[in-house]
Protein backbone atom coordinates (compact mmCIF):
# COMPACT_ATOMS: atom_id res chain seq x y z
CA UNK A 1 0.00 0.00 0.00
CA UNK A 2 1.52 3.34 -1.30
CA UNK A 3 1.90 5.85 1.86
CA UNK A 4 -0.38 8.40 -0.33
CA UNK A 5 -3.50 7.11 -2.04
CA UNK A 6 -4.10 7.71 -5.73
CA UNK A 7 -6.83 9.84 -6.10
CA UNK A 8 -9.15 7.38 -7.86
CA UNK A 9 -8.45 5.16 -4.45
CA UNK A 10 -9.98 7.79 -2.78
CA UNK A 11 -12.79 9.35 -4.36
CA UNK A 12 -16.32 7.88 -3.84
CA UNK A 13 -17.47 5.83 -6.81
CA UNK A 14 -20.48 8.15 -7.27
CA UNK A 15 -17.67 10.58 -9.04
CA UNK A 16 -15.90 8.32 -11.10
CA UNK A 17 -15.33 9.53 -14.29
CA UNK A 18 -15.71 13.22 -13.40
CA UNK A 19 -12.28 14.64 -13.05
CA UNK A 20 -11.59 18.51 -12.69
CA UNK A 21 -13.99 20.66 -14.26
CA UNK A 22 -13.74 21.79 -18.38
CA UNK A 23 -13.78 25.49 -16.91
CA UNK A 24 -11.05 25.21 -14.71
CA UNK A 25 -9.06 23.27 -17.02
CA UNK A 26 -9.70 25.64 -20.05
CA UNK A 27 -8.48 28.97 -17.80
CA UNK A 28 -5.84 27.43 -16.33
CA UNK A 29 -4.54 26.76 -20.02
CA UNK A 30 -5.41 30.52 -20.90
CA UNK A 31 -3.57 32.03 -17.62
CA UNK A 32 -0.87 29.74 -19.01
CA UNK A 33 -0.46 30.63 -22.98
CA UNK A 34 -1.78 34.25 -22.31
CA UNK A 35 -4.35 33.27 -25.03
CA UNK A 36 -7.96 35.07 -25.32
CA UNK A 37 -10.09 33.27 -22.35
CA UNK A 38 -13.56 32.61 -24.41
CA UNK A 39 -13.97 29.58 -22.65
CA UNK A 40 -15.21 30.22 -18.77
CA UNK A 41 -18.04 32.23 -19.02
CA UNK A 42 -17.22 35.65 -17.37
CA UNK A 43 -17.65 39.16 -18.33
CA UNK A 44 -14.53 41.02 -18.46
CA UNK A 45 -16.14 44.22 -17.44
CA UNK A 46 -17.67 45.11 -13.91
CA UNK A 47 -21.08 45.32 -13.28
CA UNK A 48 -23.21 48.55 -12.35
CA UNK A 49 -21.74 50.78 -10.30
CA UNK A 50 -24.71 51.10 -7.99
CA UNK A 51 -24.12 47.54 -6.93
CA UNK A 52 -20.82 47.12 -6.90
CA UNK A 53 -21.01 50.39 -4.24
CA UNK A 54 -23.55 48.81 -2.14
CA UNK A 55 -21.33 45.73 -1.18
CA UNK A 56 -18.40 48.29 -0.37
CA UNK A 57 -20.91 50.38 1.77
CA UNK A 58 -21.78 46.65 3.50
CA UNK A 59 -18.47 45.32 4.51
CA UNK A 60 -17.80 49.24 5.42
CA UNK A 61 -21.01 49.19 7.62
CA UNK A 62 -20.54 46.04 9.35
CA UNK A 63 -22.65 43.55 7.58
CA UNK A 64 -20.12 40.78 7.72
CA UNK A 65 -21.23 38.31 10.16
CA UNK A 66 -23.67 35.34 9.06
CA UNK A 67 -26.95 36.40 7.70
CA UNK A 68 -29.91 34.56 8.10
CA UNK A 69 -29.92 31.00 7.12
CA UNK A 70 -32.64 31.64 3.77
CA UNK A 71 -31.12 34.97 3.09
CA UNK A 72 -31.97 38.17 4.29
CA UNK A 73 -35.55 39.05 3.86
CA UNK A 74 -34.62 42.60 2.05
CA UNK A 75 -32.81 40.01 -0.44
CA UNK A 76 -36.19 37.60 -0.87
CA UNK A 77 -38.18 40.74 -0.91
CA UNK A 78 -35.95 42.24 -4.07
CA UNK A 79 -36.29 38.59 -5.45
CA UNK A 80 -39.73 38.12 -5.08
CA UNK A 81 -40.39 41.76 -6.68
CA UNK A 82 -38.28 40.94 -9.39
CA UNK A 83 -40.44 38.06 -10.09
CA UNK A 84 -43.53 39.64 -9.75
CA UNK A 85 -42.54 42.72 -11.91
CA UNK A 86 -41.08 40.55 -14.94
CA UNK A 87 -43.51 37.28 -14.46
CA UNK A 88 -46.33 37.80 -12.85
CA UNK A 89 -45.21 35.53 -10.11
CA UNK A 90 -46.44 36.13 -6.68
CA UNK A 91 -44.31 34.47 -3.82
CA UNK A 92 -44.15 34.97 -0.27
CA UNK A 93 -40.83 36.28 1.01
CA UNK A 94 -40.64 34.61 4.11
CA UNK A 95 -41.58 30.77 2.90
CA UNK A 96 -41.15 30.89 -0.93
CA UNK A 97 -37.85 31.47 -1.49
CA UNK A 98 -33.85 30.75 -0.17
CA UNK A 99 -30.85 32.77 -1.36
CA UNK A 100 -27.70 30.51 -1.65
CA UNK A 101 -24.74 30.32 -3.54
CA UNK A 102 -25.08 30.99 -6.78
CA UNK A 103 -27.49 28.95 -8.77
CA UNK A 104 -24.89 26.11 -8.49
CA UNK A 105 -26.04 25.85 -5.27
CA UNK A 106 -29.51 26.01 -5.66
CA UNK A 107 -29.34 23.21 -7.74
CA UNK A 108 -27.27 21.13 -5.73
CA UNK A 109 -29.52 21.40 -2.88
CA UNK A 110 -32.14 21.12 -5.07
CA UNK A 111 -31.00 17.82 -6.73
CA UNK A 112 -29.69 16.42 -3.34
CA UNK A 113 -32.78 17.49 -0.94
CA UNK A 114 -35.22 15.59 -3.81
CA UNK A 115 -33.55 12.77 -5.08
CA UNK A 116 -33.42 9.19 -3.56
CA UNK A 117 -31.15 6.64 -4.41
CA UNK A 118 -32.80 4.86 -7.66
CA UNK A 119 -34.87 7.84 -8.92
CA UNK A 120 -34.31 9.28 -12.52
CA UNK A 121 -34.42 12.67 -13.13
CA UNK A 122 -34.88 13.95 -16.82
CA UNK A 123 -32.21 16.10 -18.28
CA UNK A 124 -32.01 17.76 -21.22
CA UNK A 125 -28.50 17.15 -23.07
CA UNK A 126 -26.27 19.38 -23.51
CA UNK A 127 -26.34 20.72 -19.92
CA UNK A 128 -24.03 22.39 -17.80
CA UNK A 129 -21.49 19.99 -16.18
CA UNK A 130 -22.99 20.29 -12.25
CA UNK A 131 -26.32 18.79 -13.11
CA UNK A 132 -24.71 15.47 -13.64
CA UNK A 133 -22.52 15.11 -10.92
CA UNK A 134 -25.03 16.60 -8.15
CA UNK A 135 -27.35 14.12 -9.69
CA UNK A 136 -24.92 11.47 -9.44
CA UNK A 137 -24.04 12.70 -5.96
CA UNK A 138 -27.76 11.91 -4.60
CA UNK A 139 -27.13 8.57 -6.10
CA UNK A 140 -29.92 8.70 -8.91
CA UNK A 141 -29.89 8.38 -12.91
CA UNK A 142 -30.13 11.34 -15.33
CA UNK A 143 -31.91 10.60 -18.17
CA UNK A 144 -31.39 12.37 -21.29
CA UNK A 145 -33.52 13.88 -23.76
CA UNK A 146 -31.41 15.32 -26.86
CA UNK A 147 -31.31 19.05 -28.15
CA UNK A 148 -30.19 19.20 -31.53
CA UNK A 149 -30.26 21.29 -34.03
CA UNK A 150 -32.32 21.84 -37.11
CA UNK A 151 -32.11 22.75 -40.75
CA UNK A 152 -32.55 25.97 -39.74
CA UNK A 153 -30.07 25.75 -36.90
CA UNK A 154 -32.41 25.92 -34.15
CA UNK A 155 -31.92 23.63 -31.79
CA UNK A 156 -35.15 21.45 -30.25
CA UNK A 157 -35.75 17.88 -29.03
CA UNK A 158 -37.92 15.26 -30.03
CA UNK A 159 -41.81 15.14 -27.91
CA UNK A 160 -41.35 11.41 -28.39
CA UNK A 161 -37.98 10.78 -27.24
CA UNK A 162 -38.88 13.17 -23.68
CA UNK A 163 -42.11 10.92 -23.41
CA UNK A 164 -40.43 8.00 -23.62
CA UNK A 165 -37.63 9.32 -21.18
CA UNK A 166 -40.24 8.92 -18.37
CA UNK A 167 -40.17 5.66 -16.06
CA UNK A 168 -41.79 4.60 -12.73
CA UNK A 169 -38.57 5.94 -11.31
CA UNK A 170 -38.47 9.81 -12.63
CA UNK A 171 -38.98 11.96 -9.79
CA UNK A 172 -38.49 15.64 -11.98
CA UNK A 173 -37.55 17.15 -15.12
CA UNK A 174 -34.29 19.39 -15.29
CA UNK A 175 -35.04 22.60 -17.30
CA UNK A 176 -32.38 25.04 -18.62
CA UNK A 177 -33.89 28.07 -20.08
CA UNK A 178 -32.26 30.18 -21.57
CA UNK A 179 -29.91 26.98 -22.31
CA UNK A 180 -26.33 27.17 -21.92
CA UNK A 181 -24.86 25.91 -24.26
CA UNK A 182 -26.81 26.04 -27.09
CA UNK A 183 -28.16 29.77 -26.65
CA UNK A 184 -31.33 28.18 -26.88
CA UNK A 185 -34.74 29.72 -25.68
CA UNK A 186 -37.51 27.03 -24.88
CA UNK A 187 -40.06 28.24 -26.75
CA UNK A 188 -43.83 28.42 -24.81
CA UNK A 189 -45.16 25.13 -27.19
CA UNK A 190 -41.91 23.59 -26.08
CA UNK A 191 -42.79 24.30 -22.54
CA UNK A 192 -46.31 23.57 -22.46
CA UNK A 193 -45.37 20.46 -23.69
CA UNK A 194 -42.56 19.53 -20.95
CA UNK A 195 -45.71 21.00 -18.44
CA UNK A 196 -48.27 18.22 -20.00
CA UNK A 197 -45.72 15.18 -19.63
CA UNK A 198 -44.84 16.86 -15.36
CA UNK A 199 -48.40 16.71 -14.74
CA UNK A 200 -49.00 13.43 -16.67
CA UNK A 201 -46.91 11.67 -14.47
CA UNK A 202 -47.06 13.97 -11.48
CA UNK A 203 -43.10 15.03 -12.09
CA UNK A 204 -41.53 17.99 -10.46
CA UNK A 205 -39.91 20.50 -12.55
CA UNK A 206 -36.49 22.14 -11.56
CA UNK A 207 -35.89 25.32 -13.82
CA UNK A 208 -32.96 26.95 -14.49
CA UNK A 209 -33.46 30.08 -15.34
CA UNK A 210 -29.78 31.83 -14.90
CA UNK A 211 -30.05 33.43 -18.36
CA UNK A 212 -33.34 34.91 -17.90
CA UNK A 213 -32.33 38.52 -18.94
CA UNK A 214 -29.94 37.80 -21.57
CA UNK A 215 -31.99 36.98 -24.46
CA UNK A 216 -31.79 38.50 -28.02
CA UNK A 217 -34.11 39.54 -30.55
CA UNK A 218 -37.32 40.34 -29.18
CA UNK A 219 -37.29 37.31 -28.03
CA UNK A 220 -38.98 36.46 -24.48
CA UNK A 221 -37.93 34.34 -21.57
CA UNK A 222 -41.22 32.33 -20.56
CA UNK A 223 -40.60 30.52 -16.55
CA UNK A 224 -42.47 27.69 -16.88
CA UNK A 225 -43.47 28.38 -13.56
CA UNK A 226 -45.79 30.21 -14.83
CA UNK A 227 -47.89 27.88 -17.32
CA UNK A 228 -50.94 26.55 -16.25
CA UNK A 229 -50.73 23.81 -13.52
CA UNK A 230 -46.96 24.32 -12.77
CA UNK A 231 -46.36 26.61 -9.94
CA UNK A 232 -47.34 24.16 -7.62
CA UNK A 233 -44.83 21.62 -9.06
CA UNK A 234 -41.84 23.88 -10.05
CA UNK A 235 -38.47 25.23 -8.61
CA UNK A 236 -37.03 28.28 -10.34
CA UNK A 237 -33.21 29.32 -10.06
CA UNK A 238 -31.35 31.85 -10.62
CA UNK A 239 -28.96 33.61 -9.55
CA UNK A 240 -27.27 37.30 -10.03
CA UNK A 241 -24.14 36.83 -11.64
CA UNK A 242 -24.72 36.63 -15.10
CA UNK A 243 -27.19 39.47 -14.56
CA UNK A 244 -24.74 42.00 -12.67
CA UNK A 245 -21.48 40.63 -13.80
CA UNK A 246 -20.45 39.41 -10.56
CA UNK A 247 -20.13 35.82 -11.26
CA UNK A 248 -17.62 35.63 -8.34
CA UNK A 249 -19.93 36.86 -5.60
CA UNK A 250 -22.10 33.58 -6.46
CA UNK A 251 -25.30 34.80 -4.63
CA UNK A 252 -28.41 32.80 -6.20
CA UNK A 253 -31.38 31.62 -5.19
CA UNK A 254 -34.63 29.75 -5.41
CA UNK A 255 -38.17 30.09 -5.34
CA UNK A 256 -41.57 27.97 -5.58
CA UNK A 257 -44.54 26.42 -3.21
CA UNK A 258 -43.21 25.75 0.49
CA UNK A 259 -42.44 21.64 0.11
CA UNK A 260 -40.18 21.82 -2.77
CA UNK A 261 -38.09 24.98 -1.71
CA UNK A 262 -37.94 23.02 2.08
CA UNK A 263 -36.38 19.67 0.55
CA UNK A 264 -33.99 22.06 -1.62
CA UNK A 265 -33.39 24.20 1.96
CA UNK A 266 -33.16 20.90 4.14
CA UNK A 267 -29.84 19.98 1.80
CA UNK A 268 -28.45 23.05 1.12
CA UNK A 269 -28.16 24.08 4.68
CA UNK A 270 -25.61 21.72 5.38
CA UNK A 271 -24.14 22.74 2.49
CA UNK A 272 -22.85 25.61 3.01
CA UNK A 273 -25.18 27.09 5.50
CA UNK A 274 -25.55 30.49 4.75
CA UNK A 275 -24.03 32.89 1.67
CA UNK A 276 -22.11 36.23 1.56
CA UNK A 277 -23.57 38.87 4.08
CA UNK A 278 -22.88 42.11 2.04
CA UNK A 279 -23.45 40.85 -1.33
CA UNK A 280 -27.06 40.11 -0.44
CA UNK A 281 -28.24 43.85 0.14
CA UNK A 282 -25.78 44.69 -2.93
CA UNK A 283 -27.69 42.04 -4.75
CA UNK A 284 -31.22 43.44 -4.18
CA UNK A 285 -30.35 46.95 -5.04
CA UNK A 286 -29.37 45.17 -8.46
CA UNK A 287 -32.67 43.60 -8.61
CA UNK A 288 -34.18 46.72 -8.34
CA UNK A 289 -32.69 48.68 -10.99
CA UNK A 290 -34.84 50.05 -13.82
CA UNK A 291 -36.17 48.14 -16.74
CA UNK A 292 -33.74 50.01 -18.65
CA UNK A 293 -30.71 48.25 -17.14
CA UNK A 294 -32.15 44.97 -18.32
CA UNK A 295 -32.64 46.22 -21.70
CA UNK A 296 -29.12 47.31 -22.12
CA UNK A 297 -27.66 44.46 -20.83
CA UNK A 298 -29.33 42.50 -23.44
CA UNK A 299 -28.82 44.93 -26.04
CA UNK A 300 -25.17 45.29 -25.56
CA UNK A 301 -24.82 41.60 -25.58
CA UNK A 302 -26.63 41.07 -28.39
CA UNK A 303 -24.02 43.24 -30.20
CA UNK A 304 -21.33 41.01 -28.65
CA UNK A 305 -23.09 38.17 -30.06
CA UNK A 306 -23.55 39.73 -33.85
CA UNK A 307 -19.69 40.32 -33.88
CA UNK A 308 -18.40 37.17 -32.78
CA UNK A 309 -20.53 35.35 -34.62
CA UNK A 310 -19.68 37.22 -37.74
CA UNK A 311 -16.02 36.60 -36.81
CA UNK A 312 -16.72 33.00 -35.99
CA UNK A 313 -18.35 32.33 -39.64
CA UNK A 314 -15.61 34.40 -40.92
CA UNK A 315 -12.78 31.87 -39.76
CA UNK A 316 -14.86 28.89 -41.51
CA UNK A 317 -16.94 28.14 -38.26
CA UNK A 318 -20.54 26.57 -39.27
CA UNK A 319 -21.99 28.68 -36.03
CA UNK A 320 -25.02 28.33 -34.80
CA UNK A 321 -26.33 31.97 -33.57
CA UNK A 322 -27.66 31.59 -30.05
CA UNK A 323 -30.74 33.29 -29.15
CA UNK A 324 -29.75 33.47 -25.71
CA UNK A 325 -27.27 33.25 -23.09
CA UNK A 326 -23.63 34.90 -23.76
CA UNK A 327 -22.09 31.30 -25.67
CA UNK A 328 -21.94 30.58 -29.16
CA UNK A 329 -21.64 26.92 -30.15
CA UNK A 330 -19.73 25.81 -33.46
CA UNK A 331 -19.38 22.67 -35.56
CA UNK A 332 -15.79 22.64 -36.12
CA UNK A 333 -15.64 19.74 -38.82
CA UNK A 334 -15.66 22.48 -41.37
CA UNK A 335 -12.35 23.74 -40.00
CA UNK A 336 -11.07 20.76 -38.82
CA UNK A 337 -12.29 17.33 -40.42
CA UNK A 338 -11.10 15.39 -37.61
CA UNK A 339 -14.08 16.54 -35.74
CA UNK A 340 -12.16 16.16 -32.57
CA UNK A 341 -13.73 18.76 -29.57
CA UNK A 342 -11.77 17.90 -27.15
CA UNK A 343 -8.34 18.03 -29.28
CA UNK A 344 -9.27 20.91 -31.42
CA UNK A 345 -9.43 23.03 -27.99
CA UNK A 346 -6.44 21.76 -26.28
CA UNK A 347 -4.29 23.13 -29.22
CA UNK A 348 -6.02 26.13 -30.00
CA UNK A 349 -4.05 28.39 -27.35
CA UNK A 350 -0.87 27.23 -29.36
CA UNK A 351 -2.75 27.42 -32.76
CA UNK A 352 -4.22 30.54 -32.44
CA UNK A 353 -4.41 32.21 -28.97
CA UNK A 354 -7.64 31.64 -27.89
CA UNK A 355 -9.02 29.71 -25.75
CA UNK A 356 -12.91 27.68 -25.86
CA UNK A 357 -14.27 25.06 -24.13
CA UNK A 358 -15.46 21.32 -26.05
CA UNK A 359 -19.23 20.82 -25.51
CA UNK A 360 -19.00 17.11 -25.07
CA UNK A 361 -18.17 17.26 -21.75
CA UNK A 362 -21.81 18.45 -21.47
CA UNK A 363 -23.37 15.36 -22.72
CA UNK A 364 -24.66 12.55 -21.02
CA UNK A 365 -23.44 10.95 -24.64
CA UNK A 366 -20.68 12.83 -25.53
CA UNK A 367 -20.81 11.54 -29.01
CA UNK A 368 -23.38 14.02 -29.87
CA UNK A 369 -21.32 16.80 -29.15
CA UNK A 370 -17.60 15.81 -29.97
CA UNK A 371 -17.49 17.99 -33.14
CA UNK A 372 -19.14 21.29 -31.26
CA UNK A 373 -17.02 23.80 -28.87
CA UNK A 374 -18.03 26.81 -27.19
CA UNK A 375 -16.96 30.23 -27.36
CA UNK A 376 -18.22 33.00 -24.73
CA UNK A 377 -19.20 36.77 -26.17
CA UNK A 378 -19.23 38.45 -22.51
CA UNK A 379 -16.06 39.86 -23.71
CA UNK A 380 -15.37 43.76 -25.21
CA UNK A 381 -15.93 43.85 -28.50
CA UNK A 382 -12.03 44.65 -28.98
CA UNK A 383 -11.28 41.76 -27.29
CA UNK A 384 -14.04 39.55 -29.43
CA UNK A 385 -12.30 41.53 -32.73
CA UNK A 386 -8.83 40.12 -31.38
CA UNK A 387 -9.97 36.83 -30.97
CA UNK A 388 -12.29 36.54 -34.13
CA UNK A 389 -8.97 38.04 -36.03
CA UNK A 390 -6.90 35.01 -34.67
CA UNK A 391 -9.28 32.77 -35.86
CA UNK A 392 -9.44 34.08 -39.28
CA UNK A 393 -5.76 34.12 -39.09
CA UNK A 394 -5.59 30.23 -38.00
CA UNK A 395 -7.53 28.66 -40.19
CA UNK A 396 -7.29 30.66 -43.28
CA UNK A 397 -7.38 28.36 -46.04
N1 LIG B 1 -26.59 27.12 -14.57
C1 LIG B 1 -26.11 27.40 -15.77
C2 LIG B 1 -26.87 26.96 -16.97
C3 LIG B 1 -24.92 28.11 -15.91
O1 LIG B 1 -24.43 28.36 -17.12
C4 LIG B 1 -24.24 28.53 -14.76
C5 LIG B 1 -22.98 29.32 -14.96
N2 LIG B 1 -22.04 29.24 -14.08
C6 LIG B 1 -24.79 28.21 -13.52
C7 LIG B 1 -25.97 27.50 -13.45
C8 LIG B 1 -24.12 28.56 -12.24
O2 LIG B 1 -24.44 29.81 -11.83
P1 LIG B 1 -23.80 30.43 -10.51
O3 LIG B 1 -22.47 31.00 -10.90
O4 LIG B 1 -24.78 31.44 -10.07
O5 LIG B 1 -23.63 29.32 -9.53
N1 LIG C 1 -21.50 29.24 -16.39
C1 LIG C 1 -20.18 29.51 -16.83
C2 LIG C 1 -19.88 28.65 -18.03
O1 LIG C 1 -20.66 27.83 -18.42
C3 LIG C 1 -19.14 29.29 -15.75
C4 LIG C 1 -19.13 27.92 -15.20
C5 LIG C 1 -18.15 27.62 -14.15
O2 LIG C 1 -17.09 28.20 -14.05
N2 LIG C 1 -18.49 26.64 -13.37
O3 LIG C 1 -18.85 28.88 -18.62
Known amino acids: MPLVPAPSDVLTSKLAGFGTTIFAEMSELAVATGAINLGQGFPDTDGPSEVLEAA ?3 IRGGVNQYPPGPGTLELRQAIADHQRRYYGIELDPVSEIVVTAGATEALAGALLGMLDVGDEAIVFEPMYDSYQACIALAGAQAVPVLLAPGDDGTYGFDPDELRSAVSPRTKLILLNTPHNPTGKVFTRDELVLIAEVAQEHDLIVVTDEVYEHLVFDDRAHIPISTLSGMSERTLTISSGGKTFHTTGWKIGWMSGPEPLVTAAKTAKQFLTYVNGAPFQPAMAVGLGLPDSYFINLAANLQLARDRLVTGLDAAGFTTYSPEATYFATVDIRSVDPAGDGFAFCRSLPERCGVVAVP ?20 KQLSVIDAAAQRLAEGFAS
Not at 361 to 373: D, I, K, S
Open 56 to 58: VQA
Open 359 to 378: NEVFYARPEHGRHLVRFAFC
